[in-house]
């Protein structure tokens, strides 16, 4: 067995684990350390990727595997977590089952990256990480904030934006210069600032950030491109 060959899938295996505690954690009760194992996979599931890029070890079974560990941490954790925060708004016992929106528009997400070979540079549609890492953050925020109204405008919104044909900036990084990878960083900036300021809490308007900034530059780009 090359062991340099497996080390991206050992890197993916440890974001499906972070993913499954997450689920245990939340059953339990235990929201925010579920959101620390969350945030776990992240750095696990972007280690992954540039580990397969670095070593050239890139394979159809670590493409699967990935997406496979993607749909628990990134399509079932925040389902759950949707699913949660309903619930301590509502006595309606079939409503909280929405939040289950998020967790398959996840899976038609991931299913159309696998068969899609146009989002190498660019992605369309809302990442599954971004969207989880904007539902669990809520976790963070005053409930007494967050009406059921507004938390089931966030899931349908999210949910569509993640199938939405909209091209999405890549945070994937073949070299780290600053030159191409300008939108990159000035993402990474702007989520370093507001953490410091706004702590936790400025993890949604991150990722609303990203969102806004991914749809400026192709507005603008295009438009450049047509002068």
């Known amino acids: 067995m090359n062991v340099i060959r497996n080390i991206p899938n050992a890197i ?23 959101v620390y194992f969350i945030w776990g996979g992240l750095i696990l599931d972007f ?8 070593l050239k070890v890139h394979s159809r079974t670590g493409k699967e595997l990935d997406s496979l560990a993607d749909m628990v941490t990134f399509g079932l954790v925040p389902g759950l977590i949707a699913f949660q925060l309903i619930s301590t708004k509502t006595p309606l016992q079939w409503l909280p089952y929405l939040g289950f929106l998020i967790t398959i ?16 540079d660019v992605f369309i549609g809302l990442p599954t990480p971004a969207n989880t890492l904007f539902i669990s953050s809520l976790i963070f925020i005053n409930a007494d904030w967050l009406p059921l109204l507004t938390i ?13 044909p909209i091209e999405m900036i890549a945070l994937k990084f073949k ?10 960083y000035l993402i990474i900036i702007i989520a ?5 300021v706004l702590q936790k809490i400025a993890l949604p308007l991150v ?16 438009k450049s491109k047509a002068q």
């Open 47 to 54: 280690l992954d990727g540039f580990a397969a890029r670095s």
């Open 152 to 164: 089931l405008l966030l899931v349908i919104v999210f949910s569509y934006l993640l199938v939405a």
């Open 175 to 184: 070299h780290f210069k600053w030159k191409g990878n300008e939108d990159r």
């Open 207 to 222: 990722i609303v950030a990203y969102i806004c900034l991914s749809i400026a530059k192709k507005v603008f780009f295009s």
């Open 192 to 196: 370093i600032v507001s953490i410091l």
């Open 105 to 120: 528009f996840s899976a038609l997400r991931l299913a159309k990256f696998n068969v899609d070979e146009l989002q190498s």
């Open 12 to 34: 993916t295996c440890g974001n499906l684990l972070c993913g499954s505690i997450s689920v245990v954690k939340i059953f339990n009760g235990s929201w925010e350390t579920a």
